[in-house]
């Protein structure tokens, strides 16, 4: 078993690193300026000159995976594996538009990564190539108010075929991107099917942003912070018209999209919580080495020994186990990496919770404030526990396969407990 990284992914962390370094450190206060200047729903001058940057070193769509099949000249990444790119994606989540930077950023990556697999050549000339270019952003529309979206065959959003248009109709929340001016489409998943199987009445279409029938109602806030200029839309499409070619592989095939689109998400998701957690544990750190209480520096206290060594350990499990899952899913695929897929999404964002709470703690009332970052830090990994599939959902998973293991064929589901003891027993 080998836990060094090869020779072109230390190529590639030490070219993020020394640019994150160079332009996008060095920026933030920059970026914080010029947000409060052009107003939080426009988007601040710096990031498109760092995008330029990053694209003329090289440094650009890092998350899309080599696939021979669907890679042309014009739709292509880095061709980096999930194992490659998930170092790359722990450092630009230091920094919360570090991996717009990169063009590495949700869910801009998720709809690429959908368009790029199961898009027609149309669909990626429209939206793929103006995506993968930096030009514009996007949006994944799936989760709606009204019912529990953590099991998605609930959702209502109809999508119903009208001679050669699609009509839409429903309500979406937590439309993430929707608050960009420069979001130009999105990703709608709905039902057109009621008639079919569980998990073929859903199919997943491209709707413009700009189509007749989109309300923006609100921005949903998480915790008192907007996101801005990115943001957590809710989303009325009442009677919205699209073309028949803007159905994405065809209908009842939602479910299969999703799948392959959450898998690489919540690697990315991860590895950017952890580089979250790091970031945490430093300001943590440095606080506590700073401040004296009772006589001896804070560090010293036997209570703040325990926590940063707590959180060192959190880290470094959390960060092995995603790359396990990474290395899984790039050796046997999404569907047998499914429980460690689950694992990483359980554990990734409670560990950075968890960090960025002790953190918060060090810094006493500043903790709570907006001066340290680490409040609304906190208030954006806190989401993670919900979004791309509720904690209960994934150790839902989790444990129906470790049950799994231990099933007697002869008593059904269930195992009694004498048979369990000698189940468990002789492993």
């Excluded at 959702?155 to 979406?172: L, P």
């Excluded at 897929?341 to 903790?367: E, F, L, S, T, Y």
């Excluded at 589901?413 to 492993?427: C, F, H, L, P, Q």
């Amino acid at each position: 078993m080998h836990f060094d990284f090869s020779e072109r992914t230390q190529d590639y962390i030490q070219r993020v690193s020394d640019f994150m370094d160079a332009h996008i450190f060095p920026n933030v206060e920059t970026y914080r300026r010029q947000h409060d200047e052009v107003g939080r729903w426009n988007i601040p001058p710096i990031v498109e000159e760092l995008k330029a940057k990053a694209k003329a070193e090289g440094l650009w769509n890092l998350f899309l995976p080599p696939n021979a099949e669907h890679d042309t000249p014009d739709y292509h990444g880095a061709g980096l594996s999930n194992l490659e790119y998930a170092p790359l994606a722990e450092l630009m989540g230091r920094v919360s538009f570090g991996s717009e930077v990169f063009n590495c950023a949700a869910p801009d990556t998720g709809n690429m990564e959908v368009l790029h697999r199961y898009g027609s050549t149309a669909q990626k000339e429209e939206w793929l190539k103006p995506l993968l270019a930096g030009e514009i952003r996007s949006a994944f529309l799936m989760t709606e108010p009204q019912v529990a979206s953590s099991d998605a065959t609930n959702i209502e959003t109809r999508i119903e075929r009208d001679g050669d248009e699609y009509v839409i109709n429903g309500r979406k929340w937590w439309s993430s991107g929707v608050g960009d001016p420069r979001c130009k489409v999105a990703i709608v998943m709905g039902k057109t099917d009621l008639n079919a199987p569980k998990h073929a009445q859903q199919s997943q279409i491209l709707v413009p942003m700009d189509a007749p029938g989109i309300e923006v109602v609100r921005m949903l806030p998480v915790f008192g912070y907007d996101d801005a200029p990115h943001g957590h839309a809710e989303v009325v499409l009442k009677d919205v018209r699209v073309p028949v070619d803007n159905l994405i592989l065809g209908e009842g095939r939602g479910f299969e999209i999703a799948q392959g689109r959450l898998g690489p998400g919540r690697i990315h998701h991860c590895m950017r919580t952890i580089g979250a957690a790091e970031v945490a544990l430093e300001k943590m750190c440095r606080r506590l080495l700073s401040r004296e209480a009772f006589g001896k520096p804070v560090a010293e206290h036997s209570i703040w020994e325990q926590r940063v060594a707590e959180a060192r350990t959190d880290i470094e499990m959390t960060r092995l186990l995603t790359l396990k899952a990474a290395y899984m899913m790039d050796t046997v695929g999404n569907k047998v990496a499914k429980n460690e897929i689950a694992m990483i999404k359980v554990a990734g964002p409670r560990v950075a919770c968890k960090v960025i709470d002790d953190a918060i703690q060090a810094h006493g009332g500043g903790g709570v404030t907006s001066d340290y970052g680490l409040a609304e830090s906190y208030a954006g990994i806190r989401t993670l526990r919900l979004a791309d599939g509720p904690d209960e959902v994934h150790c839902r998973t989790i444990a129906h396969n470790e049950f799994r293991k231990y099933r007697d064929k002869n008593y059904g589901k269930t195992v009694d407990a004498e048979k369990m003891t000698e189940v468990v027993g002789s492993r």
